[in-house]
C-alpha cells in the first residue's frame, strides 16, 4: 500500500490562531487531496493538488490555504482557526494504473477549535 | 455539477439478514464509483470500485455491488449482515475525462445499525 501519514493526529487550538496540517506521502504520487468530514456531511473536499505548486480550490475552501512545495507534502493551513472548522481532516492520494487506480487516504487529523 | 446521493441515512437490519445501501450519482459519463466503510474513530477502508467491465464487482468481507448505468446507481449489496459490520458506508465518485483532476466525490453517509 502506498504510505500516507498525517500529522498531528490530535490538536486542540484556540480560535483566531493559525495551525498547519502535514500530508506525507512516500511514493511520487501527483495528486493528493484534503478533505474534512463532519456528521451528515460525509467527506467534502477541501483543497487538491495536481502536482509540485499545482492547487486548486475544492467545495470547501473558504478559511483555507494549502501549499506543496514538494511532491511528498501538502500542508493545509487554517489562517485563522474558526469553531466552525473543528472537525476530522483526512488527506488522499490517487493512485494511477491500470489495475491499482484508486485513492488511498490517511488516517486523519482531528482538529478542535475552542 | 456532479453529485453523490445515499439516500438512507440510518438503516438497521437483523443479523443474518440480507443488506442493500443504495448510491446514486449525477454526471454525463461513466465515472469511478467506490464504496468505503467507516467504523467509529477509524479512517476509511475500501471495500470494492467499479472502473470498467463487468458491472457486478465483489469486494471485501463479502460485499459486493452493482454498476447500473441506465438508473446512474451502485448499490451496495451483502447477503448475510453480520454484527461486526456495522458501520458507516460511504459511496464515492471519481469523474475522469480528458484533463480531469479525477476530484473524489462523497455521498453523506449511510449507518448501519446490526441487531442481534
Known amino acids: 500500500d502506498a504510505g500516507i501519514t498525517q500529522s498531528p493526529r490530535h490538536k486542540v487550538t484556540e480560535t483566531g490562531t493559525p495551525v498547519t496540517l502535514r500530508c506525507h506521502q512516500t511514493?511520487?504520487?501527483?495528486?493528493m487531496y484534503w478533505y474534512r468530514q463532519d456528521p451528515g456531511h460525509g467527506l467534502r473536499l477541501i483543497h487538491y493538488s495536481y502536482g509540485v505548486k499545482d492547487t486548486d480550490k475544492g467545495e470547501v475552501s473558504d478559511g483555507y490555504s494549502v501549499s506543496r512545495s514538494k511532491t511528498e507534502d501538502f500542508l493545509l493551513t487554517l489562517e485563522s482557526a474558526t469553531s466552525s472548522q473543528t472537525s476530522v481532516y483526512f488527506c488522499?492520494?490517487?493512485?494511477?494504473?491500470?489495475?491499482?487506480?484508486?485513492?488511498?487516504f490517511g488516517s486523519g487529523t482531528r482538529l478542535t477549535v475552542v | 455539477a456532479q453529485s453523490v446521493t445515499q439516500p438512507d441515512i440510518h438503516i438497521t437490519v437483523s443479523e443474518g439478514a440480507s443488506l442493500e445501501l443504495r448510491c446514486n450519482y449525477s454526471y454525463g459519463a461513466t465515472p469511478y464509483l467506490f464504496w468505503y466503510v467507516q467504523s467509529p474513530g477509524q479512517g476509511l477502508q475500501l471495500l470494492l470500485k467499479?472502473?470498467?467491465?463487468?458491472?457486478l464487482v465483489q469486494g471485501i468481507k463479502g460485499f459486493e455491488a452493482e454498476f447500473k448505468r441506465s438508473q446512474s446507481s451502485f448499490n451496495l449489496r451483502k447477503p448475510s449482515v453480520h454484527w461486526s459490520d456495522a458501520a458507516e458506508y460511504f459511496c464515492a465518485v471519481g469523474f475522469y475525462y480528458g484533463g480531469s483532476q479525477g476530484n473524489l466525490i462523497f455521498g453523506k453517509g449511510t449507518k448501519l445499525s446490526v441487531k442481534p
Open positions: 488522499a492520494i490517487r493512485i494511477e494504473g491500470a489495475r491499482t487506480a484508486g485513492y488511498t
Open positions: 511514493e511520487n504520487h501527483r495528486y
Open positions: 467499479y472502473f470498467s467491465g463487468d458491472t
